[in-house]
């Protein structure tokens, strides 16, 4: 399936600041799009706006997958995200915070499946630890794991490396090229090395 | 149309479902809820000491203690999500209603296991009869499911501010003032012992109250819970 | 200007009349002219709160800060003529039953009026942040308003039993027989009181405008 996001004439206002203003652009599929810029010009709240978490001040975010334009439901199905900001449940285990979002996305929870998607995100073994016990190291790659989990054919990534060592970071390269080959790609970042993953770039300011 | 029902149902368990699991596994508000409770509880009971209480004091203390309680500990469920950072995730993932409804549920759950302790307790402390024992229980139970009902849109828009505090009791007062009032004459009423014809018109506004409060919140829940 | 200046000749003219033209009232006494203030103020703070609830609606359904800065006006505006109404009818009920308050089914009513309103501006000071102040403040007035209809229902309910001749004296008073003098002076404050809230109205809304355009360009500079 091919996915699209259509941005058109985006702009975003935050406290009277204007973040943002018409800010039109097209990612098409198998791409890589990375969105760069100092601290403070919006790079995550664009991607805010993407992933339907905050209302843009005008304008707004199409995506298509298919033929078909999705709605507000529809775009939880097809969105993955990992960003500082998203945090999982530390009471409990890395399984059952899967289980769980599996759960309210009323996908049947595929045990093998999430045991293979832990060892892919290398925290083979620790499974069933209770997630407050992670480093922050693996909590970032358990964010991966649960960002994946319902195989969305867009995965928005804010400052993806953070917190990881360098397999981490060999894991991220790994994540961008599996996942620019099934669908799309978005990311905030400020690294040199990410932003040379990227097809496309957008620079704010 | 059915199927749609049932898979909001399911989804909204599995909401309950890790709510219960990590309150099973941290108490954090259970704990104090139950220690709130009974605090007030014996507050009241020394206050009064041997006092013979009438029906109507009783009946009043009761649901005093109960509305407190209630206000001291529903909106831990959504301020922790919005603490954590884990509102995000399942802003992602899940539809508003299976939240708000896992929600209610979990509230539910937790006033009736607070009731289940602190309204025997009550009863023993204040030497209380209960001349409609059925009744009472149902009375009981209406009005903790109003007091959850109310609540939890409320505990929702609480665990957005920037002061939280005394917020939802300041908020839910005025609310939930009908419920109170009517689970008051209600529970006097059994107390007593009338006859059922008394008592129906105040279980039919329980009733009706408890229905209006979760159909309003779930149309509303909606803008609560996005931005 | 015109209508600002009728209205001030309006409204003196009722204040003047609720004095010379409405004889004493039977079995009330001078007491009774207090009731050509209170009800009118009962009625626009009554009235304000359903323009808030509406503006509320509005504001859900448009995301048009305009709405937010009527509602909040509306709010404001209710609080105020709540306040005369209590004040009047506690005043009415010391010379009248003897003591300020005692929970008459009115009372309680417009007693719960002031909480949700309270409860509206605690909740406003909260949330820093102005479109998410406006959408839960919204949903708050909504859901408050909600519960007005129980009241209405179930306070008299279960106060008449405590206070039975006081309700009596409630219904006798809203059954007074109005000679026509009073009923004309009546309804002239009604829409007085009306017309007064109604300009009161604009005039908050347009400085709550230009208090928002001005900070938008003062953050713009």
Known sequence: MQAQIAVKNLAKTYHCRKLFYDLSFLVKNNTVFAVIGHNGVGKTTLLRVICNLVPATSGCVEITVGDRL?????????????????????????????????????????????????????????????????????????????????????LVLDEPASNMDGEGVALVREVIRHQRERGIVIMATNEQREASYADQTLSLA | MRTRHFLLLKRSCAVLQKDLRVEFRTRYAYNTLMMFAVTVLVTVSFSVGGMILESEIAAALL??????????????????????GTVVALKLAADPEPVYLGKLLFNIVVLFSIAAVVVPLFLIMLNLSVAMPLSFVLVVLLGCLGLAGASTILAAIVAKAAVKGALLTVLAFPVLLPLLIGAISATRSTLAGVPLEVLRPDLGLLLFYNGMMVTASLLLFDYVWNE | ????????????????????????????????????????AAWVAVLAYLMAMANSACYLRSRDLRFDRQALVNAELGTVFCLLATVTGAVWSKAAWGWYWNWDPRQTSIFVLLLIYGAYFVLRNAIPDIDRRARLAAVYAILAFLTVPFLVFVVPRAYASLHPDLAMVNVVQRRLEMDLPMLLVFLASLAGFTGLYFWLYKVQVSLENLLCEQTVREELR
């Open chain 1, 70 to 154: 999705l709605s507000a439901a529809e775009r939880r199905a097809a969105l993955g995200l990992v960003s500082p900001e998203l945090e999982l449940y530390g009471e409990l285990s890395a399984f059952e915070n899967l289980e769980f979002f599996s759960g309210v996305r009323g996908i049947v929870f595929n045990r093998e499946k999430a045991r293979e998607i832990l060892e892919y995100v290398g925290l083979k073994g620790r499974g069933h630890d209770l997630v407050s016990t992670f480093s922050s190291g693996m909590m970032q790659r358990l964010k991966f794991a649960h960002a994946l989990f319902h195989d969305p054919q867009i």
């Open chain 2, 63 to 84: 649901w005093i203690i109960l509305f407190f309680s209630a206000m001291a500990g529903l909106s831990r469920t959504f301020v922790q999500e919005e603490e954590s």
């Open chain 3, 1 to 40: 200007m015109f209508w600002q200046i009728m209205l001030g000749i309006w409204m003196a003219g009722v204040i003047a009349a609720s004095f010379l033209m409405i004889r004493p009232i039977q079995g009330l006494g001078e007491l009774g002219r207090i009731f050509i203030y209170h009800v009118p």
